[in-house]
Nanobody, 124 residues
Framework: VQLVESGGGLAQAGESLTLSCAAS????????VGWFRQAPGKEREGVAC????????RYIDSVKGRFTISRDDAKNTLYLQMNSLKPEDTAVYYC??????????????????WGKGTLVTVSS
């Protein structure tokens, strides 16, 4: 079982990046799956999730209208399209099947998997 993130890097404020999370060893669409991030010196926070049952998406307020989470079932891959990036988006981004509290993304199964993360740095 593995989750592998990619797509991080350096961006200027206002630019876009797309993160990918490739799953292997299990079927991603049977899980509620989300993106978390952890900025230097800060606690990890859940950013967005997508439900297994109907693909409903949820976001934290600070990224609503700028980030889009999606899933390609044929590729067993999760994405996070990040537009209008801000310096405060700088963090290591992780994908995980761990539920994000208060987001209520449905999952058929409760096993929790984590990727190793990908660094996003946004300069002003």
């Amino acid at each position: 079982v593995q989750l592998v993130e990619s797509g991080g890097g350096l961006a200027q404020a206002g630019e876009s990046l797309t993160l990918s999370c490739a799953a292997s060893g299990f079927t991603l669409r049977y899980y509620g799956v989300g993106w978390f991030r952890q900025a230097p010196g800060k606690e990890r926070e859940g950013v967005a999730c997508i439900s297994s049952s109907d693909g409903t998406t949820r976001y934290i307020d600070s990224v609503k209208g700028r980030f889009t989470i999606s899933r390609d079932d044929a590729k067993n891959t999760l994405y996070l399209q990040m537009n209008s990036l801000k310096p405060e988006d700088t963090a290591v981004y992780y994908c995980s099947t761990t539920p994000i509290s208060n987001m209520m993304c449905h999952s058929y199964y409760g096993l929790e998997y984590w990727g190793k993360g990908t660094l996003v740095t946004v300069s002003s």
